[in-house]
């Protein structure tokens, strides 16, 4: 029973798995059984637990070849505001655009309300649909399905945007669509500065797709850079990097592939503990980044 109890708040109970856990508990030595009166047997079993498990208050379903738990052996006790916040959560899933994200909320929707007893599903159920939410995502749902096609079909674009209240344009290979709080981006690698990029999609003046399709190598820009002091000693490194040489007091990081301007901007939160290594162009737009952001407190 514990282990069809563990599959089932796995939301893994199989009817094979299931079966192979019961039929282990009939077989005896030197018993010959067919098929037939196995599987028979084997039901016979799993109908009983199934009935001395309704008795403790836990419902089991199946759903074509799986068994699926509708209530918990445990129940946990939720405050009416603990209700409330789980049917925001369940209403806004709804217009979650990334799959793997609607599908994880689902997940945990689903087992927190396993272990709700009868009054507090109703109460859940009530206030369902209650909150009424306009996604953000949802005024740009038609550029998010074109962008993922651009991705998956591995055109060459060009782009207008605007960036930083200018307008500039961009020769591109479109790579996936990534998400914020408050918008979606599309991540791409401009072929004429070889770095990625990322668009905020309200930004996107217009898209063309060029007629030839992108075939050449991949290179992106790699900067080394140095960190020293107490920063050295507490940097975490980030996905995009490695560790290249470690000194009494500073340790060297390549980092390859991050947007520029993501890149400067954390790095001038680091101040006098960081210096870029390579490239050189890199270091004298870091550079007058540094000194634009001084004219502002020198008025």
């Avoid at 836990?58 to 129940?75: A, D, G, T």
């Avoid at 979650?96 to 272990?115: A, F, G, H, T, Y």
């Avoid at 075939?215 to 560790?243: H, Q």
């Avoid at 162009?281 to 020198?298: F, P």
Wanted: charged share 30%.
């Amino acid at each position: 029973m514990f282990k069809f109890l563990n599959l089932l708040y796995k939301n893994e109970a199989e009817y094979e798995s299931v079966y192979e856990i019961f039929k282990s508990d009939i077989i005896r030595e030197n018993e010959v059984y067919d098929d037939k009166k196995l599987n028979n047997l084997v039901q016979v079993v799993l109908n009983k637990y199934i009935n001395a498990l309704r008795i403790f208050g836990v419902k089991i379903k199946k759903e074509k070849n799986k068994f699926k738990l509708e209530s918990s052996l445990y129940i946990s006790e939720y405050s009416i505001d603990n209700i409330k916040a789980m049917s925001i959560l369940t209403n806004a899933n709804i217009n979650i655009p990334d799959k793997d994200i609607n599908k994880n909320i689902s997940e945990l929707v689903n087992n927190i309300v396993l272990r709700m007893d009868i009054q507090r599903r109703n109460i859940l159920n009530s206030l369902l649909g209650k909150y009424n939410f306009t996604f953000y995502f949802t005024n740009i749902k038609d550029q998010i399905e074109q962008c993922k096609k651009y991705c998956k079909d591995n055109v060459l674009l060009e782009i207008n945007y605007i960036n930083k209240k200018k307008e500039e344009r961009c020769i591109c290979k479109p790579k996936e669509i990534k998400y914020t709080i408050k918008t979606a981006i599309l991540s791409c690698y401009e072929v004429k500065k070889k770095e990625i990029i990322e668009i905020a999609l309200p930004n996107i003046i217009s898209i063309d797709e060029l007629p030839n399709r992108t075939t050449s190598f991949e290179s992106t820009t790699t900067v080394v850079y140095k960190l020293t002091g107490r920063l050295a000693k507490t940097y975490k490194l980030k996905e995009n990097e490695k560790l290249d040489k470690i000194e009494e007091d500073s340790i060297t990081i390549i980092n390859t592939g991050e947007p520029r301007d993501k890149l400067f901007a954390r790095l001038m939160r680091y101040a006098d503990l960081c210096k870029i290594i390579t490239p050189k162009y890199i270091r004298s737009d870091m550079i007058n980044l540094i000194n634009d952001s001084l004219k502002n407190y020198n008025k």
